[in-house]
């Protein structure tokens, strides 16, 4: 009686899963053919997806890299392959990848020159490191600063003692600083400073720069704004901008974040302006109008007026990134600053816009981003970025009648550009919601 | 006993930097008058620089001859007409491009972010690389790729010509697609009742009586639904409605195209091209698909956004309550991501409407074409015609933004 039971007393041995649950046909089965609409939404897209494949793959792996002209390619499809299909004539972007990557300054007219573009791109990452890694060495803070006067100066050439000088005023801009804000507040201690290196600037550089370059000639061939093209060109108006565009975007964030009427609305209204016109309309005006608005005898360079539109635009922009970071801190920080007494400037140095700053990063990125792709753009007024010079160089009657071949390799450029910072950007916003799940 | 009443202290003119009550006011004269000197040296220059090449700031050319054809456009238009009807065609293409991008990016984005959290693996990384692939390449790109495509694959309309041609019209020879645009069939009336001339353009008749049977025919739906439900509440059955409202709609509409003489007129090649029919032309559709295709993909990722933030418990509690997928996505979710996705599709609208600018660069004639570029060409008033360009981006951008602000206000939640 006593061993009778109705219960099993004994575990049973865990069964192994259905094959159909488990391995290859067990993930098929959950993601792809889960149900028969399912199913079916998956046959239908495997088809198109492979009819789009096959239509473009013999086109882009079949194409030719050695010709010297669309005709030469054409002659090597019908030696090859003995048809009339056509494949990419990849040739054209060997020939020509000097002029799209360089541009006309540093390509085709000086072969020696190329190192300038490339060390300055390669001074640019150094000097982004310690901003976009944390854990990066602060002392490569030093790059960052320099890179902000030799940059300009491997782009546009000339005289070293130029941008040095403009640094030297800047530091004696930091001692005026120093100096008057013992006898005075911040907010008059900083207009005075920054008018002393306005006039330190505009009366001793000249003189300066000139007697150090008779005394220690350091030069480069100097290359005139207009000539700038290429993705050079992009790269410097995206970066240009970006820089000059953050001081400003500070300003007005705080501008229109401020309690000072005036002020509010004069930020609003420019941020408002600013965003609500097309970017072509602001290129126009940097081309067409700003010789109006100067006076006559200065003679404006259309490249730096469209660097100038930008960076105003992109400072619009921004200043709403910041304006978002401002608003996402909490308000316990703003009182806690309040509540130690310090003032607004000091306030907003040392509490407020470190942090508001950071959480802005990822939204400066993607900004970044846009204008990258934005200075397109500037091909409208026949300026030479790279869609500019694919124009000219579908002028030419070598590489007349070829289209998909360049635009697919400016949009694989951009892409890689942009699709790497956007990366960045989520990265970053990974890092910075850690604290807070 | 001794009331503690602040000292009242004297104002000092010092007061205006020391004191932190009055250094606002200090702080703000200073930067209005930092501002407006800034504006009155370059409004100064150029009012100099103006007079100098004798063209003082006058809008009297946009009533001049403009001389110029615009073969895309909505409202009549020959090329003896002034600049100013230039520049208004150009505006109701801008906007025109602008509408189609906005519905067909929509469209397209609402689908591609419900496909995006498919559960189908191979679809919804496929819309991620789609995501991915359009949105990190410059739109002006995109635009000319289209532009090229369409140009490259659609047939030239010589190669209609013939017996044996190399081409054939689509849909019982009604629609065409060549290089050079796409033809439709146009309706056309042999009863007509003329037009309204209102003095910009004219609006036919025959369209007005027929918007109005369609509101009246909604009217009589919703007069046939209140009786319905009236019925439904003494007798408890509610009668058939369906039916009878879209007869309603569908009977009189039917009525008064046969009474008007309805037909279509179909695009026909003659000479090089083709005639009659509505023209989509090619720069158009070039700018459309380049805009869609682009915008489309930030509101694949603004739907996605939206509807990862509405909480799991959402759809759990509708799956509980027994609703099915679709009910659920359209009842529970959808309404409540609209939420978050209202305020990211308006500034991609905007965005489009801005983007649409970039027309100038594959010769569609929209506001950039026309007013910053032909007439500008012809009359040398840039000034003039790049503040006017300025001020109606900036006034259809704040109108959108109006708009879309108080539907937003609308739908918001309303919380406690």
Known sequence: MSDLS????????????????????????????????????????????LSLLASMMPWIFLGIWNADSLSHCREIFAERYGDSTEYACWAVVRDRWDQIIFGYSFGNLNEGLYWRPLVGLALIIL?????????????????????????????????IWGPLTIALCIIAGVFIYRFASRFMIMAFAMPVAIVGTALLIYFAMAPVAGALGSAVPIELQSVPSREISGFVLSITIGIVAIVASLPIAVLLALGRQSDLFIVNKLSTGFIEIIRGVPLI??????????????????????????????????????????????????KGQYEAADALGLTYWQAQRLIILPQALKISIPGIVSNFISVFKDTTLVSIVALNDPLGISDSIRSDSDWNGIVWELYGFIAIVFWLFCFSMSRYSLWLERQLQTGHR | MSDTVAPKEAFRLSMLLYDSRYRGITIQVFVLLLVLSAIFWLANNAVQNLAALGKPLRFDFLGQTASYDISQRLIEYKSTDTHGRAVLVGLLNTLLVAFMGCVAATILGVIGGVLRLSNNWLVSRLVAAYVEIFRNVPVLLW?????????????????????????????????????????????????????????????????????????????????????????????????????????MIIVPILAVLIALGFHVGKPELKGFNFKGGINMSAPLIGLWLGLTLYTTTYIIEAVRSGIQAVSKGQSEAAFALGLRPGRTMSLVILPQAMRVIIPQLISQYLNLTKNSSLAIAIGYMDLVSTLGGITLNQTGREMESILMLMAIYLAISLTISTAMNWYNNKVKLTER
């Open chain 2, 143 to 247: 635009i000319y790729v289209c532009m090229f495509t369409l140009t490259a694959i659609a047939p030239q309309p010589r190669e209609f010509r013939g017996d044996n041609a190399n081409a054939s019209m689509l849909l019982n020879d009604s629609v065409a697609v060549t290089n050079r645009g796409i033809y439709f069939p146009e309706p056309l009336f042999s009863r007509p009742l003329g037009d309204i001339d209102i003095g910009i353009f004219k609006i036919s008749i025959e369209l007005l009586v027929l918007l109005g049977v369609l509101v009246a025919g909604i009217y009589a739906g919703r007069w046939n639904n209140k009786r319905a439900n009236a019925i439904q509440v003494q007798t408890g059955d509610r009668p058939a409605t369906a039916i009878v409202n879209a007869l």
């Open chain 1, 127 to 159: 000097a982004l490191l310690p901003i976009l890694y944390p854990n990066v060495p602060r002392v490569l803070y030093v790059a960052t600063a320099a890179s902000l006067f030799l940059y300009p100066w491997l782009i546009w050439g000339g005289s």
């Open chain 1, 281 to 330: 309309t602001l290129i126009f005006v940097a081309t067409v109008l700003m010789k109006y608005f100067l006076p006559s005898s200065v003679d404006l360079d259309p490249v730096l007026a469209v660097m100038v539109l930008v960076t105003l635009f992109t400072a619009a922009y921004i200043a709403e990134v910041i304006r978002g970071g401002l608003a996402a801190l909490p």
């Open chain 1, 6 to 49: 109705y219960v099993r007393t004994e575990m049973l041995e865990q069964k192994a899963p259905p094959a159909s649950s488990v391995g290859l046909v067990g993930w098929l089965r959950a993601n792809l053919f889960s149900s028969v609409g399912n199913s079916i939404l998956t046959v239908v897209t495997l088809f198109f997806l």
